[in-house]
């Protein structure tokens, strides 16, 4: 602590210059004269805002985090010059932080206040002008708040209408594959009645279920013929039923070549039936076998639905808490899954590394980024091209990248795409919000870095993720 400034020295200050004698008393009274050496910081931009400062000699250079860099924005010896707790006065009980780093460049003295007596005293002082002000900063930040409120909205809305679409296909063809069902199994009531009326022989009845076991064993399990092959399968069958007097043999075939019947089988068949219960009794194991083949697809299609929920929970994120450890690539299946609307026409590379360490953070806002990656390369091919997603080690960084063989970003464009508000998007298509969105979860939230490499046909945007907790804690430097 040195002397204090006398009324008039603080007068002398542009800021207090239209104060009264009883003013610069009061603020004589409340603040101090604060020294800090060449090279040293005066205060750092993030830490909690408690003093106000006005220079009173020496030069100090004020920085601020760009995109991860340290900027300076200005370097001043201008007396009077004034930083720190500057927006203390506007709601006041609301914890403000340091916006900006001030850096002593030469030895320098400062007279500080404490940030909440003086946001009292300017309250007190000026309060049309802090009405004024608050007004004004209020309004920016509302209005910001509500366009990425806005966005998120928007981008919501276009995934649940992706995601009922793709719901729908497989809740559909459930549907029908029950009702065919319905169909198969009152079919199969009516040829059991009519085997039986037929005073069949039990011990042929037995051997019909051991045949009919035997065809749902053999159905699944034989190769998967091509259609070619199928179809000379299916004729060769064709012929052998025709032989037999079976009617509608072109019915009859299908299904069981699908089910890798073929004529040894029949025979083995028709050795054990009486030939004029051969058509009732092929009848009845068709059925069988459609009954199991449409319950194996009532099986896939239940199975994608809740495929699709599961991707949906995991891309909100809805049933966990905010910071884990988890493995990037839940969060890249269920974006894609989630997205695989807007993909459509494009073809989708994944080269993954399933061996990578989990990541620390916060999974659901990543999940917005690979969102809004994916969005803008989808967005930029228009409809065709290739999406490659790609999943690395860097080092101590976890690598996902995400690129796409559109036009690229023009050279002198790369800094200002980051910006907040920046797009080449039509009015109402783009708010320009993605990537700044995508930067401050990368960079802010998990102390990451978001790169872009570009070039016409090969662009990529680089997430690399420390596998290690961020190192939030900033040291007071100055104390
Ligand atoms: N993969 C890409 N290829 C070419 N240009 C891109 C690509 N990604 C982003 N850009 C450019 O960067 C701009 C900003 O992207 P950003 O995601 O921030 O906003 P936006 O996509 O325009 O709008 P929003 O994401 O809010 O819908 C885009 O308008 C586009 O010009
Ligand atoms: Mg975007």
Redesign the pocket.
Known sequence: MTADLTLDQLRELFLFEALDDDQLTFLRKMGSVTQVPAGQTVFREGEPAECFYVLLSGTVAMTRLVRGDEVEVTRTDHVGSYGGAVQAYVQPGEAKHYAATFTAVTDCRFFSLPGEAFAAVVREWFPMAVHLLEGLFLGMRASNEVIGQR?RLLALGSLTAGLTHELNNPAAAAVRATSALRERVRAMHHKLAMLADATIEPKVLTALAGLQDDALAHSGTGPKLGALAASDAEDELVDWLEERDVQRAFDVAPPLVAAGIGPDWLDGLADRVPAHLLESALRWIVYSLETEQLMAEIEDATGRVSALVGAAKQYSQMDRSAQQTFDVHDGLDATLVMLGRKLQGLQVVTDFDRTLPPVPGFPGELNQVWT?LI???A??MAGSGTLTLRTALDGDSVLVEVG?T????PEE?RRR?FEPF????PIG????????ISFRIVVNRHGGDLRLVSEPGD?R?QVRLPVRPAVTAVSPADG
Request: proline letters at 4%; a negative charge; glycine letters at 22%.
């Open positions: 966005e809004n969005d803008n390369a967005g930029a796409d559109g036009p690229g970003v464009l795409v920046f797009t080449t998007k298509e783009g708010t320009g919000l993605g990537l700044d662009t945007f």
